[in-house]
């Protein structure tokens, strides 16, 4: 399997500052193809987000970093693999923690990352970013939102439940599965699932197909999303596979 990926992420047109950060890297070794994306978004209402969501995209390169190293070093087991990348979301978690508590503030980010090497899949997943998988006509998503629903003043609104820095310890959710040719992933913040429909997700496969580079078919959909009024920080990350 081959991974072709891009990712773009936009301020939008109301924030005056972007708390998203969005990640993707590809690399080849022999017979192993692996992808790695991750979307990080800073959690609104709490003290300088965007310095968590920076603070895990610095450590999903590094983990990029160690995952090449293993590979090229003859790791190819697929859920030893998976076993670094939570390794490494507990490393994030603590991280943010320990500046919260240094700084007497409660700050925190969402994390959903998704790793695909060769024909297997593996998301490893806290707070309400996405990821969602088109395959065979079918699109579907492959996280679960932690978040609930609450009244105010009249008005339903979710409010976000877990996140990167909530506490000491991190919990996550998974889900792992089997890659079939063609399929796309894509994942983002909520800013960019708020206003996407599942007709431009046919029309971003269909740009991959015709050779469009990865990250304007990114920019072109952050862009549609923002267009259609979206008032958040808007992020997308794609990977195709061939």
Request: glycine share 10%.
């Amino acid at each position: 399997m081959k991974f072709i990926g891009g990712s773009y992420s936009d301020i939008g047109n109301y924030r005056e500052v972007n708390q998203d950060a969005i990640c993707m890297r590809t690399y080849s070794y022999k017979d192993n193809d692996m992808a790695l994306g991750a979307i990080f978004d800073g959690v609104g209402g709490l003290y300088k987000s965007e310095q968590a969501s920076q603070a895990a995209a610095n450590g999903f390169e590094v983990l990029f970093i160690h995952l090449c190293e293993l590979i090229d070093q003859g790791l190819e087991e697929f859920d030893i693999l998976l076993s670094h990348i939570e390794d490494a979301m507990d490393d994030w978690n603590y991280e943010v923690h320990e500046l919260n508590q240094a700084q007497g503030e409660r700050s925190g980010t969402t994390a959903s990352v998704l790793f695909c090497l060769n024909d297997k899949y593996g998301i490893r997943h806290v707070g309400d970013s996405r990821v969602y998988m088109y395959s065979e006509n079918l699109l579907t998503k492959l996280t679960v939102d932690d978040s609930v629903e609450k009244e105010v003043d009249g008005i339903k609104r979710k409010f976000l439940v877990n996140c990167i820095g909530k506490g000491e310890d991190l919990d996550f959710s998974s889900s792992d599965g089997v890659i079939k040719p063609g399929t796309l992933f894509f994942y983002g913040s909520d800013g960019f699932y708020h206003c996407t429909i599942e007709e431009d997700v046919r029309g971003f496969v269909k740009s991959f197909v015709s050779g469009e580079k990865p990250d304007e078919i990114c920019k072109n959909a952050v862009k549609e999303v923002l267009s259609r009024g979206e008032s958040d920080n808007v992020s997308v990350g794609m990977i195709y596979c061939t």
